[in-house]
């Protein structure tokens, strides 16, 4: 398949539901460029970036941004035309697109601030729910995994994705609601190497660096790293590390025919009684017992 532009290759995976339509998308490129996308299409739309870094000019808004990962923001255009500068070699987002009247339906009855954005939509005034992106939190990321690693088919599987489609507009919602002064995040530079932290903690939450190990890694200090980290997503590191280790726990559990202690020493732990403990805190059900539960969504 031939791509436009600096475009190498699109990976996507794509669901609908009625008047949603919700997509995840991972685009590699060859170079460094601009990719022009144009349609007359009015939606409003979820967006997510999960990785990478770029900048992009929405026509529409007249305004632009510079983009990393792990941000995310609502937008609403009658017709829409954006320019797409990468300045990584891979962009990763998901989104969800809502019709007008399916979003203003929902949305109406929302907070303050939705219901400020639902009038201009209302009004045919193309816009954005707020000029600042903001970062995505732990709740986020793990509703956006869920809706990814769908486990149901038919119409529960519709009913799921409905149900996790709202989900994320409440997330989101609440938190552009949440106002906080930055005490700690206090530059661009700082969300980055932040991220940054995320994402090594991703690659090795089996074994993750200590506090010390990962401040040497992103070039900042600990007391930087421990309050900036939890002021941005919204719990500490070790935190981090034990909700990341549960999700993936869960994931396996219930997608694979792993025994628990294969998976207690995948995600981690240093024996398996030490992870059944843990995770029957978190859930509530030893490991095992998970899989005995009908249709479960715990």
């Known amino acids: 398949m031939a791509y436009p532009g600096s ?5 996507s995976k794509s669901w609908s539901i009625g008047d949603i339509h919700l997509s995840h998308n991972t685009i590699d490129y060859h170079t460094r460029g601009i990719t022009h996308t144009k349609n007359e299409t009015e939606y409003v739309r979820l967006h997510f970036g999960l990785s990478g870094a770029y900048d ?12 990393s990962g792990h941000h995310n923001n609502i937008m609403y255009s009658d017709g829409l035309e954006i ?8 962009i990763e987002t998901f989104g969800i697109n809502f019709t007008t009247d399916a979003f203003v339906k929902i949305a109406q009855n929302g907070n303050d601030q939705l219901k400020r954005f639902t009038e201009k939509i209302l009004n045919k005034q193309n816009a954005i729910l707020s000029p600042e992106w903001k970062t995505n939190n732990f709740r986020i990321q793990s509703v956006i995994n869920e809706i990814i690693d769908c486990p149901y088919t038919d119409d529960l599987k519709d009913l799921f994705l409905l149900s996790k489609s709202i989900e994320l507009l409440v997330l989101q919602a609440e938190a552009f609601s949440q106002e906080k002064e930055k005490i700690h995040v206090k530059s661009q530079q700082d969300v980055s190497k932040l991220i940054e932290a995320k994402e090594i903690l991703n690659s090795r939450i089996s074994n993750p660096p200590s506090i010390r190990e990962l401040s040497k890694l992103i070039s900042i200090n600990e007391y930087k790293l421990k309050n900036g980290f939890k002021e941005l997503f919204g719990m500490t590191v070790f935190g981090y590390i034990h909700q990341s280790r549960m999700a993936l726990a869960r994931k396996l559990l219930l997608g694979t025919s792993k025994t628990a202690q294969e998976i207690a020493y995948e995600t981690g732990y240093g ?7 843990a995770f029957k805190k978190e859930y509530g059900v030893p490991p095992n017992s998970i899989r005995n539960i009908p249709d479960s969504t715990i």
């Open 83 to 90: 320019k797409v500068n990468n300045k990584t070699s891979r």
């Open 271 to 277: 024996s398996p009684q030490h992870f059944s403990k």
């Open 56 to 67: 992009f000019h929405f026509v529409q808004l007249n305004s632009s941004f510079q983009l």
């Open 7 to 11: 475009i190498k290759n699109m990976d």
